[in-house]
């Protein structure tokens, strides 16, 4: 059953604009939510945050799949290798940081901290890396379809 729709054109906006930004704030709290745990509570199992995980990733990979099938890749970033590389560089630096932190508070060893925290950083850029170029590849095959595709099928 079908519900019929009691807003009008910008009111459907404003409720766009709040689902956005509620899903964006539910987006970041989760994430910070799970670092803070972590930190605050070290030597935690899977099973701790395992929901939180999960509603995460789904989430995210909700987010990501979604724009790429619709050929959107993001309102600022430009689709290209050096955004990819800032990113991914970002990405390796903020998880080395933390896991440095994370092991640093375990195990009270400086140059076994640094090392691993540095291997992880780059394993997590390459990863990230690689993963954002397929995705970019994937969104501009998507748009480059979308886009050669006729705008009305009545116009055939």
Known sequence: M???NNLDE???????????NGCWLAFWLLLASMII???AY??????????????FMVLACYLAFACAAKGIWDRKLAMNNKTNAIVSLIAGAA???FNAIMIFKNYQKPVG????????????FVLCFVLLTLMMR???????AMEAEPADADEL
């Not at 910008?10 to 956005?20: A, F, Y």
């Not at 199992?45 to 999960?54: N, P, V, Y």
């Open 37 to 39: 745990q972590s930190i």
């Open 95 to 97: 998880l080395g940081i």
């Open 113 to 124: 901290t640094l090392l691993a925290a540095l291997i992880i950083a780059a394993i997590t």
């Open 42 to 55: 070290g030597n935690m199992s899977f099973k701790t945050l395992a929901g939180e995980w999960i509603v």
């Open 10 to 20: 910008m009111q459907e906006q404003e409720l766009l604009k709040i689902e956005h």
């Open 138 to 144: 994937h969104t501009q095959k998507r748009k480059a």
């Open 2 to 4: 079908k519900m019929k």
